[in-house]
């Protein structure tokens, strides 16, 4: 009797160790349809199959009625595509014949797909205005929705909620992890395939002067594995301005009757900043742009403007740092100027964009305006998304610069490209000004991966001969209008290949093993 009981817990345990190399897990609800199975296997092996079923089956005989899927691989992992999302199905692995395997050959398993607003094709879309003539395997992430897509326009994959919460992402992107980072304000996250949480950002305020940091815009993993983020600062500001009345509205909130004197009074400012953490939250480094600002003509100017207090946020909108170099490249939209900062120094090594000058007004560079993407090429080049926000009317650019040699604060411009008035969408005509978001991203082969921000959102990719290679529209529709609308992106971001996704994928794999 006690042979027969170890014998049982023996066999239960081969059972239980093969049933947890399947994956999906049984009765997983997935946010996605392009899934990683696995399961067990031997090395000599190199014939598995699989089989899926759409529906719930318990059966042999109605589970092979209703295969949609039959699909071989060498390994004892594959990559399947069901569907649709909002469904049930049913797979199961075969192997060779006479296999010893620990679970059971032709065992039907169950998972089922979630279905949410933004992966319903009726409500919201990626509608193809050019099919791909390259990069044809690559996937775009959308932050309006938080949706990842083919370059076909099929919905594979959706953020789903964190913590219990629907996020609303910002720079939703692949990292060189293999995972997902995104800012949801005033959050900073790193999520696997599967939704689950790998890094959040510490709750403490070491940093913004508050209970908790405030991060925006931009989260980028490192290659040592810390994590860059921008970030907010509080200060309290002196004033600095003189007190007068009639013309210029410049007045103090403590009297503001004392014309001609100088005011003292200090106010809460928020400033930007860029911090780095390690794996576990601890903050490792910091700039703090409020240092810059109160010592700049930056200062000297703003505190002239009218109005009672000036605005010192001149919003850090976009950083790129090359960890070669040890230099981050800080883009300020409002002010329409990049800094080169030395790290960790924290020195200034350039300024690219306007000096103000005493007594008079900023005219803007001949570079850029309201710039929101701030990057630097494998060649060398620094290249952004110009808004190019001189006036109403007034398209964006993508333009690519040639940094001067050290120390020099002028840039060449090498390559640009316009976007077509011809190609803007009826829709935002007339009176446009894309005056928020927008990005640029540059491809493997030199190409360039283009969002276009508020309000068209369009996104395309173009060569350096200036060929549109693809190019697609985000819609969701208006049931009150009846027709489809634009679905404002703030940014977006590319997958350029399969393989890459494939990491995404396998990622999931590896953290429940």
Not at 117 to 133: G, S
Not at 301 to 330: A, Q
Not at 340 to 362: N, Q
Not at 439 to 468: C, Q, T
Request: charged share 25%.
């Amino acid at each position: 009797m006690r042979l027969l009981s170890s014998l049982i817990v023996f066999l239960s345990g081969i059972s239980c160790i093969g049933y947890s190399q399947m994956l999906p897990k049984e009765n997983a609800v997935l946010n996605y349809r392009l899934i990683g199975f696995s399961f067990p296997g031997k090395e000599d092996i190199i014939d598995y199959k699989i089989e899926i079923a759409r529906g719930y089956f318990t059966g042999e005989d109605s589970f092979k009625k209703n295969i949609i899927v039959s699909q071989s691989a060498a390994k004892n992992k594959i990559i399947a595509e069901v569907p649709a999302f909002g469904s049930q199905y049913t797979w199961r692995i075969i192997y060779p014949a006479g296999t010893p395997v620990e679970t059971p050959a032709g065992r039907l398993f169950h998972f089922s797909t979630a279905m949410i607003p933004a992966v319903d094709t009726n409500n919201m879309r990626l509608r193809i205005c050019k099919p791909a003539e390259k990069y044809g395997d690559a996937f775009v992430f959308l932050d309006g929705n938080g949706v990842l897509y083919d370059v076909s326009g099929r919905p594979i994959w959706f953020l789903p909620q964190i913590e219990g919460k629907k996020p609303e992402p910002i720079d939703l992107k692949l990292s060189a992890k293999g995972t997902i980072t995104f800012i949801s304000k005033p959050h900073a996250y790193e999520i696997n395939y599967n939704g689950d949480i790998l890094w959040e950002n510490p709750v403490t305020g070491n940093v913004t002067g508050l209970s908790k940091e405030q991060f925006h815009h931009q989260l980028t993993r490192l290659a040592n594995g810390h994590y860059m983020v921008l970030g907010t600062e509080h200060l309290k500001v002196l004033r600095k301005q003189p007190l007068m009345s009639g013309k210029y509205p410049f007045f103090s909130i403590n009297d503001s009757s004392k014309t001609g004197q100088i005011d003292t009074t200090y106010f809460e400012a928020p400033f930007g900043t860029i911090e780095e953490y390690d794996e576990k939250g601890n903050l490792v480094w910091s700039w703090k742009s409020s240092s810059y600002i109160l010592s700049s003509d930056i200062y000297d100017y703003y505190r002239m403007l009218p109005g009672p207090f000036p605005d010192y946020d001149i919003h850090e909108n976009s950083f790129y740092f090359d960890e070669k170099n040890k230099v981050v490249y800080l883009g300020f939209r409002t002010i329409s100027r990049i800094l080169k900062i030395k790290y960790p120094e924290g020195e200034i090594l350039s300024t690219y964009g306007e000096i103000y000058k005493p007594g008079g007004l900023p005219k803007g560079n001949e570079f850029f305006y309201g710039q929101h993407s701030c990057n630097h090429s494998d060649n060398g080049y620094l290249y952004v998304f110009n808004n190019n926000m001189r006036d109403s009317n007034c398209l964006p650019k993508i333009t690519i610069l040639k940094e001067r040699s050290p120390g020099k604060e002028r840039l060449k411009k090498i390559w640009e490209y316009d976007f077509p008035a011809k190609d803007l969408d009826e829709k935002i005509k007339p009176g446009f000004s894309f005056n928020a978001g927008g990005n640029v991203a540059e491809l493997p082969d030199n190409s360039m991966f283009v969002s276009m921000g508020v309000p068209d959102s369009k996104l395309f990719i173009v060569s350096r001969e200036k060929k549109v290679l693809w190019s697609a529209l985000p819609e969701k529709w208006d049931e009150k209008k009846g027709k489809w609308t634009l679905m404002p992106q703030y940014r977006a971001s590319i997958i350029a290949n399969r393989k890459d996704l494939e990491r995404l994928i396998w990622n999931e794999e590896i953290k429940n093993e």
